[in-house]
């Protein structure tokens, strides 16, 4: 059993990469062999990050219980829209609340979303060298989603059947290295 972590990066009220977030839980936990969780950082309201999670001792209970899902995490898909040609500044303040030994060395997907038609890759690759600078594994395939709202409904639901091949693409990847890496298995398969 692979158990995945969703990051869903965005806290705006009419944020659209939420979509993609419900989305890839819901297909993720109807897999046999995945189980995925989802952090929604609109809902953790975390303050900027001014020392690692351990260093607030009023809200220590909330944070070593985000430690602990990361630590036990085989694999994260961090999902954001892009901003700026980048990700957001939550997932960024996200990550540094903790210390690279809460991805080192464990696969991290990178989903990237946008309403226009490049589907956010300049965010997608930003959070690929963010997962490097904290040790972790990133999925050279990214999944990037162009026109996000002719693809997904408001409650994560799959409005495009052609976007399919693309999604189940991401996931065969984001597997295979996540089993690879949790049972260390080096080869040429």
């Known amino acids: 059993m692979l158990n995945y972590?969703?990051?869903?990066?965005?806290?705006?009220?009419?944020r659209n990469?939420?979509?993609?977030?419900l989305y890839l839980m819901e297909r993720f936990n109807n897999e046999a062999n995945s189980r995925a969780q989802l952090i929604d950082l609109a809902e953790l309201n975390l303050p900027v990050m001014t020392d690692l999670w351990d260093k607030h001792p009023q809200e220590l209970e909330a944070y070593t219980q985000l430690a602990n899902t990361l630590k036990n995490s085989d694999a994260f898909i961090w999902v954001s829209p892009e901003y700026n040609g980048s990700y957001t500044p939550a997932l960024k303040?996200?990550?540094d609340h903790f210390p690279k030994n809460a991805f080192y060395r464990k696969?991290?997907?990178?989903?990237?979303?946008?309403?226009?038609?490049?589907?956010?890759i300049r965010g997608g690759i930003n959070m690929q060298e963010l997962a490097i600078a904290v040790q972790a594994y990133a999925l050279p395939q990214m999944l990037l989603v162009p026109q996000v709202t002719t693809k997904?409904?408001?409650?994560?639901?799959?409005?495009?059947?052609?976007?399919?091949?693309?999604?189940d693409t991401f996931m065969t990847e984001l597997h295979w290295l996540a089993d690879a890496l949790k049972n260390k298995v080096v080869s040429g398969q």
């Open 17 to 21: 990469s939420h979509r993609v977030s």
């Open 107 to 120: 696969p991290v997907g990178v989903v990237s979303v946008s309403t226009g038609s490049l589907g956010g």
């Open 93 to 95: 303040n996200f990550i």
């Open 5 to 14: 972590t969703i990051i869903s990066g965005s806290i705006r009220q009419s």
């Open 152 to 167: 997904f409904d408001l409650s994560g639901v799959l409005t495009d059947s052609t976007y399919t091949k693309q999604i």
